[in-house]
T-cell receptor, first 114, second 114 residues
Framework: GENVEQHPSTLSVQEGDSAVIKCTYS??????FPWYKQELGKGPQLIID?????GEKKDQRIAVTLNKTAKHFSLHITETQPEDSAVYFC?????????????FGAGTRLAVHP | NAGVTQTPKFQVLKTGQSMTLQCAQD?????MSWYRQDPGMGLRLIHY???????DQGEVPNGYNVSRSTTEDFPLRLLSAAPSQTSVYFC?????????????FGSGTRLTVV
């Protein structure tokens, strides 16, 4: 079945620095890769996504890149701020049992220090 | 517009007890899912529904039942609680295909089984 590995599990940066989180997936047929941000005590929130026909997508300070050949995708956060502190999850779509499922990575806890 | 509402937020059960986790959405989303979140394991799909009257199993369905009598509600039933079901449970909804529209998650139910 599909597997998504996410690294690192924890990441600590100084305010203003960049943060990069990387994920790899196993099913070459996966074609949708969302990223979710989960703040303490809340549910995950979709922050950006990318589809397999696009190599990079940007939204203000966040960007996602996709390398289909290597089967990995990354989240880039520039000019980090304390409010970026949260757990980030990547996911990859996987078609099984008649519908598209989302397989999630284990998460990265990002801490941005003032 | 409340989004996805989950109740209760916290629950402690004794082994063998049964209970129902409630989930309601007011966005007229066809697609609803239940996930559990465990440390270091990301989010794992328990059950899902693609519309009223239609449900199916996800990755970890054992010990859980669901029903979807209306578009708005998707309750998750624990038949005989076990300590292994201690987890945080998230309900999510989407338009027809979550790999086109992404998920909206509720704020979660933290369940402890003693």
């Amino acid at each position: 079945g599909e597997n998504v590995e996410q690294h690192p599990s924890t990441l600590s940066v100084q305010e203003g620095d960049s943060a990069v989180i990387k994920c790899t997936y196993s099913d070459s047929a996966s074609n949708y890769f969302p990223w979710y941000k989960q703040e303490l005590g809340k549910g995950p929130q979709l922050i950006i996504d990318i589809r397999s026909n696009v190599g990079e997508k940007k939204d203000q300070r966040i960007a996602v890149t996709l390398n289909k050949t290597a089967k990995h995708f990354s989240l880039h956060i520039t000019e980090t701020q304390p409010e970026d502190s949260a757990v980030y999850f990547c996911a990859a779509s996987w078609f099984s049992g008649g519908y598209n499922k989302l397989i999630f990575g284990a998460g990265t806890r990002l801490a941005v220090h003032p | 517009n409340a989004g996805v509402t989950q109740t209760p937020k916290f629950q402690v059960l004794k082994t063998g007890q049964s209970m129902t986790l409630q989930c309601a959405q007011d966005m007229n989303h066809e697609y609803m899912s239940w996930y559990r979140q465990d440390p270091g394991m990301g989010l794992r799909l328990i059950h899902y529904s693609v519309g009223a009257g239609i449900t199916d199993q996800g990755e970890v369905p054992n010990g859980y039942n669901v029903s979807r009598s209306t578009t708005e509600d998707f309750p998750l039933r624990l038949l005989s609680a076990a300590p292994s079901q201690t987890s945080v449970y998230f309900c999510a909804s989407s338009r027809r295909d979550p790999h086109l529209y992404g998920y909206t998650f509720g704020s979660g139910t933290r369940l402890t089984v003693v």
